[in-house]
């Protein structure tokens, strides 16, 4: 029953727990191809085309390093910090996963990010990056998260002008692409689980974690933590203890996780020893709206909470951008979906699930997830039902479906959505 987001609080100061000093940079970084060093003059070009206005007060970055042939910062008119751009020669063997192992050459991006519009200025700093070099440039890669794209994916997710069909440019970027989610289990068949963020940190933002998180409700967590992580890009976090809305009827509380690990068994993931190198700053454990325990109140995980997502008895609101996007990507990979649907609905240990929009309450957009029975070109038919209530067939269009699953279908394959759906073909 996921909808879009509703506020978490109104008109109140960001919380003291959650303060940072200065967010930590962001960076991309280009891959080259080719003898000929990039142009530097290109590099302002990209620059220029990427945030749509001429770059100003352009300055030399005096870098001792002989690998670095040229450097310098730029600044963007109402952008507040500078953003440095170098190219260096290509070191064998320094590229993700030898990816870009032909390369010659390497372009940096790194600057501060503009937090009152993130989303946009990594798009913005990521085409800068990897225009820079024009048809050379043969991998982009985000240092931070370890995440890199080829070239037609860099262009169709970054490059803004270079398609007429308005759907396939830039409306594929969310606040998803700010941050990863990390699992860390000493058992990872049987669990428990320490499941974190990563990138939030570049948005003087804290890093979000959920700690003991048994193996049953691992997919709830992560869908938990990754619809606040992209609330919380744009949005303040509400303040340390105090319960908020996550979804509808759906309350939980953030903790600083330095609080809640003084309660964590020994030698349960996310201990002093698994924090080993992670960076300074502060972190919110995601917790269940009140402290629990009949001797001792303490905070604990909301299992329950997980347990009753898992059961689609609630849902969780979501940014508006992500909604968006995995409607998008959801309906462009439809034909996916039915393909398999055909091939294998059928099959007694598989489910494939849609999500649907089921009408607007208070300019809110609300959606429920239903077991798919048949499906069509233009839409299909499903069967919604939850926890101790008799299922109803509902018919939906293809402009209803948000999101799609299907579950179980081999067990080397236990889940495909939109966002992977080349696995089905």
């Known amino acids: 029953m996921?909808?879009?987001?509703?506020?978490?609080?109104?008109?109140?100061?960001?919380?003291?727990?959650?303060?940072?000093?200065?967010?930590?940079?962001i960076s991309y970084i280009a891959f080259v191809l080719g003898d000929e060093m990039p142009d530097p003059g290109e590099a302002f070009l990209a620059a220029g085309r990427a945030f749509e206005m001429a770059p100003q007060e352009t300055e030399p970055l005096p870098i001792d390093d002989e690998r670095v042939v040229w450097a310098f910062s730029l600044r963007i008119p109402r952008r507040e910090a500078r953003i440095m751009v170098w190219c260096e020669r290509a070191e064998e063997g320094a590229t993700p996963d030898g990816a870009a192992s032909d390369a010659k050459w390497v372009v940096f991006v790194e600057t501060l990010l503009d937090t009152a519009r993130p989303v946009d200025d990594a798009i913005s700093l990521a085409a800068t990056a990897a225009r820079t070099a024009g048809d050379?440039?043969?991998l982009l890669y985000d240092p931070s998260l370890g995440v890199a794209w080829r070239p037609a994916e860099f262009r169709e997710l970054f490059f803004s002008d270079d398609s007429v069909d308005s759907g396939r440019s830039t409306t594929l970027v969310d606040e998803r692409h700010l941050y990863r989610v990390e699992l860390t289990a000493r058992d990872r068949t049987n669990g428990p689980y320490w499941i974190a963020t990563v990138g939030l940190a570049r948005l003087a933002k804290p890093e979000l974690e959920m700690l003991e998180v048994p193996?049953?409700?691992?997919?709830?967590a992560l869908e938990t933590i990754d619809a606040l992580a992209a609330r919380f890009v744009a949005e303040d976090l509400p303040a340390a203890g105090i319960p908020f809305e996550a979804g509808p009827d759906l309350r939980l509380a953030l903790v600083p996780a330095a609080e809640?690990?003084?309660?964590?068994?020994?030698?349960?993931?996310?201990?002093?020893?698994?924090?080993?190198?992670?960076?300074?700053?502060?972190?919110?454990?995601?917790?269940?709206?009140?402290?629990?325990?009949?001797?001792r109140q303490i905070w604990v995980s909301p299992t329950e909470e997980l347990a009753r997502l898992a059961s689609n008895d609630t849902g969780l609101f979501l940014a508006t951008r992500v909604v968006d996007v995995r409607a998008t990507i959801a309906r462009r990979t439809w034909s996916d979906f039915m393909a398999a649907h055909a091939r294998d609905g059928a099959h007694h240990a598989s489910a494939f699930l849609a999500k649907i929009a089921r009408g607007v309450t208070d300019g809110e957009r609300s959606h429920v997830w239903v077991a798919v029975a048949s499906v069509a070109v233009d839409g299909g038919r499903g069967l919604l039902g939850r926890s101790g209530s008799e299922a109803v067939a509902v018919d939906f269009s293809l402009a209803d479906v948000g999101d799609w699953r299907v579950v179980g279908l081999r067990a080397d394959l236990p889940e495909v959505g939109p966002e992977s759906a080349a696995l089905l073909r």
């Open 2 to 25: 996921a909808r879009e987001h509703l506020p978490i609080q109104i008109g109140l100061p960001p919380e003291p727990a959650w303060q940072m000093s200065e967010p930590m940079p």
């Open 215 to 220: 193996v049953s409700l691992v997919r709830a």
């Open 260 to 295: 809640l690990m003084e309660t964590l068994p020994v030698g349960a993931p996310g201990d002093a020893a698994d924090r080993r190198g992670i960076p300074r700053g502060p972190r919110a454990a995601i917790c269940a709206a009140s402290k629990r325990g009949a001797f």
């Open 136 to 138: 050379r440039t043969t």
